[in-house]
């Protein structure tokens, strides 16, 4: 089993920053991506950002120039700048997980963490 612990959502003003970290833990083998994903009030879960193993990188046009997602062993980040009242929303952390050298990729949740862009 694999674990996504997320940290870092809150409250900021239009314009500010948030950063967005979310750490894999347990039975891990190898991870083939890590991402972000969102959900508003009232709307379908995006793609905000994911992070492949390769180095691939893909970002909702939304968010383009805006967010930057990295990952530095079995953490992943999100930088949030210029946040605006549409990001609002749940962010979700994504992590396709190998757990043994024989087996296939399994995908795991974190719990979501609120982040409120509001004045």
């Known amino acids: 089993q694999v674990q996504l612990v997320e940290s870092g959502g809150g409250l900021v003003q239009p314009g500010g920053s948030l950063r967005l970290s979310c750490a894999a833990s347990?039975?891990?083998?190898?991870?083939?991506?890590m991402g972000w994903y969102r959900q508003a009030p009232g709307k379908q879960r995006e793609l905000a950002a994911r992070?492949?193993?390769?180095?691939t990188t893909n970002y909702a046009d939304s968010v383009k120039g805006r967010f930057t997602i990295s990952r530095d062993k079995n953490t992943v980040y999100l930088q949030m700048n210029s946040l605006k009242p549409e990001d609002t929303a749940v962010y979700y952390c994504?992590?396709?997980?190998?757990?043994?050298?024989?087996?296939?990729?399994?995908?795991?949740w974190g719990q979501g963490t609120q982040v409120t862009v509001s004045s």
């Open positions: 994504a992590a396709a997980v190998r757990g043994s050298p024989l087996s296939t990729a399994r995908d795991y």
């Open positions: 347990g039975t891990i083998f190898s991870i083939n991506s």
């Open positions: 992070l492949a193993s390769g180095g």
